[in-house]
């Protein structure tokens, strides 16, 4: 398997933009969730999925932020508009059970808003 | 809110040494603990994975334990490399996260030749 696949790795962007990031899970996972890593305060979970349904999403700073999974092999997580204070790495992670299974992290999109 | 600590924050120690890192977490109501690596600039890679039900879980020169009641965790590392040098990750899964997991801020390691 592939492992989980985020696009694009790498994302320059100026401020008030919209930004749109993607994720494959691995295939046959059925649990979805997007961190966000910072110097500051380190990896936070945003929102997480389980069978496509958003399960919680207290973790997304704010209506700037919006993620949706419309089929179990895709996901994507949007900023609208985007803020220099939302650079950062933004990882999405998969298993194949809701508890008790090891997340998959993916190799992560780095994100630089100007 | 569950709370994850990591002491120490950085170390420095010459090759060959045994070193352990500590992890705490507030809530010992957890599904499972997970030490995770992180390369400069890389993704993450699971190194251990311990259930609540269990003690400790060891692999090849990695052995981490697990403390539920006292809500600790500590990594061991045994005949430590340079290849070793990277940010060290506790991640606890409990009941009042979900499934997601809480992180520390992690250890950054460095082992000197």
């Known amino acids: 398997d592939a492992g989980v696949i985020q696009s694009p790795r790498h994302e320059v962007t100026e401020m008030g933009q919209e930004v749109t990031l993607r994720c494959k899970p691995i295939s046959g996972h059925n649990s979805l969730f997007w961190y966000r890593q910072t110097m500051m305060r380190g990896l936070e979970l945003l929102i997480y999925f389980n069978n496509n349904v958003p399960i919680d999403d207290s973790g997304m700073p704010e209506d700037r932020f919006s993620a949706k999974m419309p089929n179990a092999s895709f996901s994507t997580l949007k900023i609208q508009p985007s803020e220099p204070r939302d650079s950062a790495v933004y990882f999405c992670?998969?298993?194949?059970?809701?508890?008790?299974?090891?997340?998959?992290f993916g190799p992560g999109t780095r994100l630089t808003v100007l | 809110k569950q709370e994850v600590t990591q002491i120490p924050a950085a170390l420095s120690v010459p090759e060959g040494e045994n070193l352990v890192l500590n992890c705490s977490f507030t809530?010992?109501?957890?599904?499972?603990l997970q030490w995770f690596r992180q390369d400069p600039g890389k993704g993450l890679t699971s190194l251990l994975l311990?259930?609540?039900?269990?003690r400790e879980q060891t692999s090849g020169r990695l052995n981490a334990s697990l403390d539920k009641s006292s809500g600790r965790s500590t990594l061991y590392i045994a005949a430590s490399q340079p290849g070793d040098s990277a940010t060290y990750l506790c991640a606890v899964s409990s009941s009042n996260s979900g499934y997601a997991l809480n992180f520390g801020k992690g250890t950054s390691l460095l082992v000197t030749p």
């Open positions: 311990i259930q609540s039900s269990q």
């Open positions: 992670a998969s298993n194949p059970q809701v508890a008790g299974d090891t997340q998959y």
């Open positions: 809530d010992s109501a957890i599904y499972n």
